[in-house]
């Protein structure tokens, strides 16, 4: 029996090696299933590792994820999980009220966002968040938060960044 365990992202990074897919994740959209290329993966897990590093996330901070099952997911899963954070996942459906008490008690200081709805219960909750000190929103979630640059979301304490696919 091996007295060391492999971490997750450490397997990851073993199977992009050896297998390198044209087809790591795969997403439906319009009706039609898309690849992700490992490759394509990889650098998006970096990208957003050195996002959550530029942002102070280390070993042991938390990293909440409230997101649909997406490909946004899986990278902000890996991206947390290999700066050596533990990552709070939280219910897609979630209530406002149900995350606010997760992130309460978590200690989350940075929240990843993903979808609409996900998008649209955050801000119910945002200005009364103590923990959150950083948002950072993905796919669509993003782009409207974009396309309401200015307007803020109620947590106007932290820092909000927008990753870009």
Not at 114 to 140: C, F, K, L, M, P
């Amino acid at each position: 029996m091996p007295k060391d365990y492999p971490t997750l992202p450490g397997r990851l990074l073993q199977a992009f090696d050896q297998y390198a897919s044209p087809r790591a994740q795969l997403y439906k959209q319009g009706g039609h299933w898309l690849p992700i290329s490992a490759h394509e993966m990889l650098r998006r897990i970096a990208g957003l590792s050195h996002h959550l590093a530029k942002l102070g996330v280390a070993q042991g901070d938390r990293v909440a994820i409230f997101a649909p099952n997406c490909p946004e997911w899986h990278v902000a899963d890996f991206a947390g999980l290999g700066l050596g954070a533990v990552v709070v996942p939280i219910y897609f459906r979630e209530s406002a009220e149900r995350m606010a008490y997760i992130l309460a008690h978590s200690g989350a200081r940075v929240l990843f966002v993903s979808g609409d709805e996900q998008a649209r219960r955050w801000s119910e909750i945002a200005s009364n968040s103590r923990t959150v000190q950083h948002v950072i929103y993905a796919g669509r979630a993003a782009a409207e938060k974009q396309g309401s640059a200015g307007k803020g979301d109620g947590n106007s304490s932290g820092s909000h960044a927008e990753l870009s696919y």
